[in-house]
T-cell receptor
Framework: DARVTQTPRHKVTEMGQEVTMRCQPI?????VFWYRQTMMQGLELLAY????????DSGMPKDRFSAEMPDATLATLKIQPSEPRDSAVYFC??????????FGPGTRLLVL | KQEVTQIPAALSVPEGENLVLNCSFT??????LQWFRQDPGKGLTSLLL?????REQTSGRLNASLDKSSGRSTLYIAASQPGDSATYLC???????????FGTGTRLQVFP
């Protein structure tokens, strides 16, 4: 049963620290998405890749967030420096173009 | 800017009832429409995907329809069960992009 995996599942850090979240998409999927979910804003798209190339990162604060896909089996989302307002659940999803997206279990981030 | 609204925001019903969840979007240039389920503390699970050429999809006790002219989609749940308790999210996709715009969600509770 293929699944999207994310690490870590939970992260508590102090303001100003770097945070790196990792995602392993389902093998064979060519699109990868990063979302952020908060009570206030709901689910927001931060960035997405197709065939490892970044297509859209307009939802991401550019000064502190960065997203990469070093290879087809790994996507990363980094926050540097982290701030309390970054506290949220970060989801990775993968899929094929025009098809449904499969979500990972999320990384729950708390920045103190 | 596309906005997706879901009504009602919360719903509590006894087991066995047939339910209708509503989703409306401001921009009728929706390409496809997906319904997801989210259990507390978990990621999203895709339920149904209605492609641009389709008007409805069915899976078991679930039926989703899409009316692009009115900018509405409905999710029908037949014979609801306590296991259906979750938050249901609709998400609209636009042409030539894999981006999804998520609705605000309907929190459903089905009690025995």
């Amino acid at each position: 049963d293929a699944r999207v995996t994310q690490t870590p599942r939970h992260k508590v850090t102090e303001m100003g620290q770097e945070v790196t979240m990792r995602c392993q998409p389902i093998l064979g999927h060519n699109t990868v998405f990063w979302y952020r979910q908060t009570m206030m804003q709901g689910l927001e798209l931060l960035a997405y890749f197709r065939n490892r190339a970044p297509l859209d990162d307009s939802g991401m604060p550019k000064d502190r967030f960065s997203a990469e896909m070093p290879d087809a089996t790994l996507a990363t989302l980094k926050i540097q420096p982290s701030e309390p307002r970054d506290s949220a659940v970060y989801f990775c999803a993968s899929g094929l173009v025009g098809e449904t997206q499969y979500f990972g279990p999320g990384t729950r981030l708390l920045v103190l | 800017k596309q906005e997706v609204t879901q009504i009602p925001a919360a719903l509590s019903v006894p087991e066995g009832e047939n339910l209708v969840l509503n989703c409306s979007f401001t921009d009728s240039a929706i390409y496809n429409l997906q319904w997801f389920r989210q259990d507390p503390g978990k990621g999203l699970t895709s339920l149904l995907l209605i492609q641009s050429s389709q008007r409805e999809q069915t899976s078991g006790r679930l039926n989703a329809s899409l009316d692009k002219s009115s900018g509405r989609s409905t999710l029908y749940i037949a014979a609801s069960q306590p296991g259906d308790s979750a938050t249901y999210l609709c998400a609209g996709g636009t042409y030539n992009t894999d981006k999804l715009i998520f609705g605000t969600g309907t929190r459903l509770q089905v009690f025995p």
